[in-house]
């Protein structure tokens, strides 16, 4: 019964909220780190304004429980988490923020998962992991969360499905012939 979650049409999967001095109440969202403790903490109030207390790098927040080897979907923030699960029914890591998609796409990499990082639109992609675009026609700045508001998680599906046919893995770019050659000399 959260403002923040009705109006963004998704459901608390876990979170707790708490009042604090200054944002009101607030949902609690825990940042985990590798080794599964809760290192930070993201706030959101009412209005939708967040905080982070704590780490926020190279930590996430976790729906649904993949199984070894599952692809799991890594998205920026908890209601675009939220709607890519719902969409796709398989898991989802928030990452808190675009910065952090490609370390926690590693942390996940590392425990034998296959991420697939979700950039919201006009994003970067991250290099080295398979990326899902927003449609062409998205907004920069906009999410799954809000293709799933405006057009329903019926058409929001068909769309993620599309996306996904296009996916694509961006190669690092080619190393310097200074790197080439001293990596040829180790």
């Known amino acids: 019964s959260f403002p923040y979650l009705l109006r963004k049409g998704v459901p608390s999967y876990g979170l707790r909220t708490d009042t604090d001095g200054t944002m009101g109440q607030v949902l609690l969202i825990p940042a985990y780190d590798a080794s599964g403790q809760v290192v930070g903490l993201e706030r959101i109030n009412a209005a939708g304004q967040k905080q982070h207390l704590g780490e926020k790098k190279n930590t996430f927040f976790l729906i649904g429980e993949p199984g070894p080897g599952e692809q799991v979907f890594i998205a920026e923030g908890y209601a675009t988490a939220c709607s890519i699960h719902q969409i796709t029914g398989s898991p989802v890591a928030v990452s808190f923020s675009h910065f952090n998609l ?36 998205a907004l920069k700045g906009q999410d799954w969360n809000d293709i799933a508001q405006e057009h329903g998680l019926d058409e929001a599906r068909e769309l993620f499905r599309e996306q996904e046919a296009k996916s694509t893995e961006p190669i690092p770019p080619a190393s310097s012939k200074e790197t080439l050659l001293f990596e040829a000399i180790e």
């Not at 990499?109 to 970067?124: I, L, W």
């Open 102 to 137: 490609g370390n926690v796409a590693n942390i996940l990499k590392g425990k034998g998962f296959k991420p697939t990082v979700c950039p919201d639109a006009g994003a970067s992609e991250v290099t080295g992991f398979r990326n899902i675009k927003m449609p062409d026609d």
